[in-house]
């Protein structure tokens, strides 16, 4: 897994910054009630989504919480005294105290089976009877477009996706969490190049090909092999589940 606290000051402008941002909050705001007078966003990150699920609801008092300080310290300079730094498999919040809770992009990143679990009980848990979770869901397989470079890296060694979306059917089924609709939205300047899918190769971007390792350099050096190094092949569309609490 990427160090997140030497990523957070370039995190945004190489994740596809405000338009990425922008799409992302659509998604999930359309998938929120519109009386949601509270909201957590877990792995909340920079806050650079966080802050235009603020801006969208005034009335709506959103906090966010973060594991990685470097992460937490940008979102707090977005949104003042609403940032906390946290475990999301370990909230620091009563039971029952949000309408809303959202994790973008964090399931994806858990190594165990469990953890995905934990991250869901304990979003289940701070939310209130009614209320609903958002979170999006097979983010690797969003980044697979049919392109050259997809061609190139399909026989690329794989873990099993922790977020998919029927895994995290199950999780939330088992805390009184049933599906309440779905969105999708573009990764907007996410498109890989050849030339940037390599770098991020032997950056250690892809799980289960280490930097240095010569099967990772195998894939570097096909992807190199590619025509227009520099062009982005099209954008990741990525997919947003939203869960209501029974009660």
Partial sequence: MLDYD?????????????????????????????????????????????????????????????????????????LPGAVVLADSRALPFPDGVFDAVTSVWLLHLLDRPEDVRAVVAECARVLRPGGVYVTTVDKAAAHDVGSDIDAVLAPRPRRPAPDAAPLVESYAAAHSLHPAGQARFPGRGQGRSPRRTAA????????????????????????EALPDQELPRPDPVFSVRAFRKAG
């Fill in 200 to 223: 991020d190769l032997r950056r250690g971007w892809f799980t289960l090909l280490p930097p240095g390792d010569p099967l990772t350099e195998r894939f570097a050096a096909r992807l």
């Fill in 6 to 78: 030497k990523e957070a000051d370039a995190y945004d402008v190489t994740r596809g910054g405000e338009p990425r941002a922008a799409a992302a909050a659509d998604a999930v705001l359309g998938l929120i009630p519109a009386q949601t007078r509270r909201l957590l966003d877990v792995a909340c990150g920079t806050g650079i989504v966080t802050r235009r699920l603020a801006a969208a609801r005034p009335a709506t008092r959103v906090s966010g919480a973060d594991l990685t300080y470097g992460m937490a310290r940008m979102a707090a300079v977005r």
